[in-house]
């Protein structure tokens, strides 16, 4: 029976009611009194020396308040970098410094060279004709084995190349590794590029800079996934701002998909220029901006070795990425091709020996950081893929193959450094298998062929690490920041509750599925329960949200302070039915001594804990209000099985996908309503790595998709029905509430599943294609089917 | 976007006068001109809307059968009053863009914009049809003259287009998938005298006839007529969504379908 209330039910996101009516409080909603208007002047070319900048003309404007060049920020630090990692001789990676606006030189377009100030934002952008900046343009690096060729143009001219770091990672033994490769049966190689994306959230980037001079105090207002990181980055290693006088604030955001992680100049501009001028200053970045500003995702280029015994068990498997960084290091640049991707080279199989070799490298494109999945679905589809073209090769079934190696013992210590705490694979596949009918394809198969269509099947079973991340562990891999989350519980003398959060919600619908789970431990009704996020304020220091990590870490944190204000809300219980602690139970809000019919409710004790008339005073103190703080022991995995159907018209190239289905275990499911929502989303952004979205420079650093004109977003005509399923349930056994997260499982199963699919229908159809690089494009696919 | 003056006529001589300042631009649905100016690539002193003017409005049969569409009329109002006139005209409208470009998007804007990818100087050349102006008639034969670039002098309005109506006719249009303009599009269409072929999205002189499928098709409309013809890759655009030789691929195949649906 599906529940209606608490843990397990399908509630309506509470907060749809202000965001589908238009009443939600975004950062491009607030103005402040006599506020300013800040335009970001950016480099339109790739690279380029900048000779001089006068601004004279243009603050001579009427209307313009100032002109803030690099100048203006000399006492101020660069954007820092949140990891830092070793490269495989121990050495730490190549850091260079990231402006605030450029210095001396630009370095990728939209690069930020001035900042005008006017009274409206028109007049802002106006002002921009009447700058006189001169550059002198130099030869841009944009690909990277280009880059990392001797005597290539350098990005940074102080460091001593364009390689960020040479890391090796996984089996300590080579020898054993060269020698799997050299004895195998068989070995599969691939080569293969995942694109770049822009990711393209609905809302483009805001920020509004405020200052209070009689308390000292700035404020920050911004559409940010973590305010808490973007108030310790902003205000240690930027403005030098003390916590206690920088609040931040993100209010309603409209989608992140990681974008809105890191910390960027523009929030740094708008503060500074506040106190600067003693008034407030709003960015609003258009959506052009977004495509050159915003941090691009993905963006490898890879070759990955599988070696197998004649039985098609895996031996062995090696991959040789480069990882574009751009033009500086955003704020986790760093770790997503290294810790977030070659931990996750072992997938869902026994692979005994694994080595993962990346080269970061520094090109003049816009900066890559995380994007939905960040290196998780670079590890998914280069290993799915090269399985799939294994398969192919041994004359196997792509099914049977991954079968035969699955892990089915748990805990599982991979060779690649993590430990999966619990799954189920052949659980996942037996769902996909039953729930895409893909007993029946073949009939359908044989009706595309009878309708000049080429039909395919592919498959792809992924693992993720989530719940990111155990603070010790990241440590010692590069982080400078700790990766906890906390939650502050205040219960209201009325019984009502106020839960302050560390997590952020910018689409996941936190305030929805994180109120089931306070009300489901207490017994009372969700709406006594408000869910408050998204200010430094009025919320405990947090990480934020990204990783699949919320209701993981977030909500254990939450669980942790809901268990304290139930032990002691018990003591206040024992006190007022003069019974023993250790005696009361509490059920769907009630207090009661076991054994007996006395009982108190929970308005009650809440009561009693604010106006402490007759409560124990001499044992505990009046009030009811707790704080965990929660670090997790572990990643969580979750995993699943994921299976494409497409048609490919032979004529044309064209794509149609037909059908998808995920079969997904996020272990416990808190609203299922929200998580076949999550991974809808997730699908619609895999599908359109896969399909649609590239995001591509010419040669001397343009970027030639930058507007929709030339970007291909999903669209609802481009996706099918999906079909979800979350039948296959192993809890997490290292986090209070079991649960996995579920937010970018989407986008990491799919684009490998449905180039698994186009492939499985061009072989069907007679076509000898080994691999087509995404977006699957109709001239690519047409391109590839006649040689 | 810059200022601007703006000023909405309701004659076509008003407009004509307002035209005549300098640096004045016509402005019909402005689908393609105020993306542009928000993008500051156009600077017009002054804008003159043509969508005040009831005479430019409005599609109706001619005394000569064809069905004349007034200059500023919008995609919208095409789809649904040609559907019963000119099915195939009326089919391409309703394609262009999305709801919101179809109701503010009009034929004389977009024939006088003739974007080397937009759909209607298809239909304009595949049906042989007379574009009327404020001045004169031109004949489509005439009136494209390379992408973006047209017949149309300083200050000309197109005040209807007058589409001659085929025996049977289709457009096919495969889309560039991120802005939906056709990556190649074919407006075939069959006349007593004959049968027209345009093709759009494909070449690097914008919307063009296929003369050898027209020739083919002539003497026998049917999608195995095209089969022994081929098209060159020259002069064909390539660009990030697809290369020369796969437009031309294209512009075979989708002749063949446009065909297949017409007959």
Known sequence: ?787 | MYNFEFSKPSTVADAVAALASEDAQALGGGQTLLPTMKQRLAQPETLVSLTGIDELKGVCQGDNGAVVVGGATTHATVAADAAALYPALAALASHIGDPQVRNRGTIGGSLANNDPAACYPAAALGSGATITTNKRDIAADDYFQGMFTTALEEGEIITSVSFPVPEAANYQKFVQPASRFAMVGIFVAKYSDGVRVAVTGASEDGVYRWSEAEAALSSNFSASALSDLSVSSDGMITDLHATAAYRAHLVKVMTGRAVAAAS
């Open chain 1, 1 to 787: 029976m599906p529940k209606d209330s608490g843990i397990g039910a399908s509630n309506k996101r509470r907060e749809d009611i202000r965001f589908l009516t238009g009443t939600g409080n975004y950062t491009d909603d607030i103005n402040l009194n006599g506020q300013a208007y800040a335009h970001i002047v950016r480099s339109d070319m790739a690279h380029g020396t900048i000779n001089s900048i006068d601004v004279s003309a243009a603050e001579a404007i009427d209307g313009v308040v100032k002109v803030f060049t690099a100048a203006d920020f000399e006492g101020v630090g660069g954007i820092p970098c949140g990891w830092q990692v070793t490269d495989r001789h121990g050495q730490p990676m190549q850091e260079p410094k990231h402006p605030i606006l450029a210095e001396g030189k630009v370095r990728h377009v939209g690069d930020p060279i001035c900042v005008i100030v006017a009274e409206t934002a028109e007049l802002a952008r106006d002002a921009a004709d009447a700058l006189n900046i001169d550059i002198t343009e130099l030869p841009a690096v944009i690909d990277m084995k280009d880059a990392l060729a001797d005597g290539a143009t350098k990005v940074h001219d102080d460091l001593t190349n364009n390689l960020c770091y040479d890391w090796g990672f996984g089996s300590e033994d080579l020898d054993a590794v060269q020698n799997a490769f050299d004895t195998a049966h068989h070995v599969t190689t691939l080569e293969l590029k995942n694109n770049r994306l822009v990711a393209n959230p609905m809302e483009p980037r805001v920020a509004v800079g405020d200052y209070a001079r009689h308390s000292d105090e700035s404020t920050l207002y911004t559409t940010s996934q973590n305010p808490h990181v973007i108030r310790l980055l902003m205000g240690a290693f930027v403005l030098g701002i003390p916590e206690h006088k920088l609040r931040v604030v993100a209010p309603d955001v409209g989608g992140g998909f990681g974008a809105k992680i890191y910390h960027y100049a523009e929030e740094a501009i708008v503060t500074f220029a506040a106190k600067a001028l003693g008034r407030p200053v709003k960015w609003t970045s258009s959506r052009s901006e977004a495509f050159v500003s915003d941090a691009h995702g993905r963006d490898h280029v890879t070759k990955i070795e599988l070696a197998m015994d004649k039985e098609g068990k895996f031996l062995a498997v090696r991959t040789d990425t480069h990882a574009n960084m751009g033009a500086y290091l955003s704020t986790f640049a760093p770790s997503i091709p290294t810790w977030l991707h070659g931990t996750l080279m072992a997938g869902n199989y026994t692979t005994p020996l694994i080595h993962v070799n990346v080269k970061a490298v520094f090109t003049n494109t816009t900066p890559v950081d995380a994007y939905r999945g960040a290196g998780r679905p670079e590890a998914t589809f280069q290993l799915e893929r090269v399985i799939d073209k294994a398969a192919r090769e041994m004359g196997m079934d792509p099914v049977e193959i991954r079968r035969k190696n699955f892990i089915t013992e748990f805990p599982y210590a991979t060779p690649v450094a993590v430990e999966y705490d619990t799954g189920d694979y052949h659980a996942t596949m037996d769902a996909l298998l039953a729930k895409s009918d893909h007993a029946g394809f073949e009939a359908r198969a044989a009706q595309s062929k009878a309708n000049g269509k080429l039909r395919g099947f592919g498959i792809a079973h992924y693992i993720e690490a989530c719940g990111i991340a155990p603070s010790a562990l990241v440590g010692q891999l590069g982080a400078r920041a700790g990766l906890y989350e906390s939650a502050t519980v205040r219960v209201n003398a009325t019984g009502g509750l106020v839960v302050m959060t560390g997590s952020h919600s910018h689409g996941q619908g936190h305030e929805t599925s994180f109120a089931q789970v306070v009300a489901e431990m207490i017994g009372i009704d969700e709406s006594m329960v408000e869910i408050v996020h998204g200010d430094t304020a009025n919320t405990p220091m947090g990480m934020g949200t990204y990783g699949s990590r919320s209701l993981a870490v977030g909500g254990s944190a939450l669980v942790r302070a809901t268990e304290k204000i139930i032990n002691k809300a018990k003591k206040v219980a024992a006190h007022l039915m003069e019974a023993a602690e250790g005696d009361i139970e509490l059920k769907d809000g009630q207090f009661t001594v076991a054994g007996t019919d006395k009982s108190v409710a929970w308005g009650d004790v809440t009561l009693a804990a604010y106006v402490p008339h007759n409560y124990p005073l001499e044992e505990i103190e009046p009030g009811l209000e707790e704080t965990a703080f929660y670090d997790p022991a572990n990643f969580t995995y979750p995993s699943g099985a994921y299976g494409c159907e497409v048609e490919v018209d032979p004529e044309t190239g064209k794509v149609t996908v037909l059908g998808f289905t995920a079969a997904d275990d996020f272990g416990n499911v808190v609203n299922p309503m929200i998580v076949e929502g999550q991974v809808h989303g997730g699908l619609a952004q895999g599908i359109g790595q896969a399909l649609l979205e590239n995001c591509a420079y010419d040669e001397n650093g343009q970027l030639i998709s930058a507007s929709y004109m030339d970007y291909a977003m999903p669209r609802a005509d481009d996706l099918p029905n999906f079909t979800v399923d979350h039948s296959s349930v192993t809890p997490c056994t290292h986090n209070p509430l079991g649960v996995k997260g579920c937010g970018e499982a989407g986008a990491i199963g799919s684009p490998p599943a449905l180039v698994n699919a186009v492939i499985d229908a061009l072989q069907r159809g007679g076509h000898d294609v080994a691999h087509i690089d995404m977006p699957l494009t109709p001239g690519r696919v047409w391109a590839a089917m006649n040689g």
